[in-house]
């Protein structure tokens, strides 16, 4: 059911995301073929599955509002072999290397909450903060059909968004669609994106494979740009499926 308060986050993440673009831009995004779904009475293109997930039929693709039992079926990072207190610029195992376009500092915390379940996998992680001017790159080693990570970025008082593309270098192309989170937005009973215990769940699952995510800070709307960096990103929660 498409007013389900579980899907509130991810649905408002979606919509300001389609809002927010020009013609053009929205030309750009939105499937040129008409929706047509037996359980999307409404031709939106999209249908709201259990557990936070939400899927783009016409594109093939999933996005994940909350780490219900199919997103973690997806492999996870282990961070515990990185010190606290390290500069990393990749994360690895014997699958596949995650690989940042900066120095991020690993800490853990067990009194801070990062997010309650199952908005997160985790509530008190290790975390990885990043102080970037605007962009923060992602590369994978690897192609891969899904990957995830849980993210927050401290609210200041000057509302931002943070724009996140999931990308396949090697065709240029970007798998859709493109979403976009506000800080200090309330818009559950559980802290705002931006804020202690405010993270959210930055993950999906595409017929298309990809290998880079794109994290930007941008401003609330085309006509305002983002407040000046540095800003710091916290990132938290990876997992990933191979593409085959």
Request: hydrophobic residues 35%; neutral net charge.
């Amino acid at each position: 059911m498409k007013k389900n308060f579980t899907f509130a986050l991810v649905a408002m993440a979606i919509f300001a995301t389609l809002s927010s673009c020009s013609k053009e831009e929205q030309a750009a995004i939105d499937p040129v073929m008409e929706a047509s779904h037996p359980d999307d009475p409404d031709g939106d293109g999209i249908i709201f599955l259990p557990d936070g997930e939400v899927y783009y039929y016409l594109d093939s693709t999933s996005l994940f509002g909350e780490a219900g039992p199919k997103y973690l079926t997806f492999k996870p990072i282990n961070l515990d072999k990185y010190k606290n207190g390290e500069l990393l610029d990749s994360i690895c195992n014997q699958d596949i290397a995650v690989r940042f376009d900066t120095r991020g500092l690993k800490s853990h915390s067990t009194s801070v909450l990062w997010a309650a379940k199952p908005r997160v996998a985790e509530e008190y992680p290790p975390l990885i903060t990043f102080r970037v001017d605007s962009i923060l790159t992602i590369k994978l080693s690897k192609m891969v059909t899904a990957f995830g990570y849980e993210i927050n970025s401290p609210f200041t008082g000057t509302k931002r968004a943070i724009e996140t593309t999931f990308r396949n270098s090697k065709t240029n192309k970007s798998v859709r669609p493109v979403v976009v989170n506000y800080t200090g937005n309330l818009v559950t009973n559980r802290p705002p994106f931006g804020l202690p215990g405010g993270a959210l769940l930055s993950a999906r699952e595409s017929a298309m494979p990809f290998d880079e995510v794109v994290i930007k800070t941008i401003g609330i709307n085309n006509q305002t740009p983002p407040p000046p960096g540095p800003f710091d990103i916290t990132l938290a929660g990876f997992r990933y499926r191979l593409a085959k």
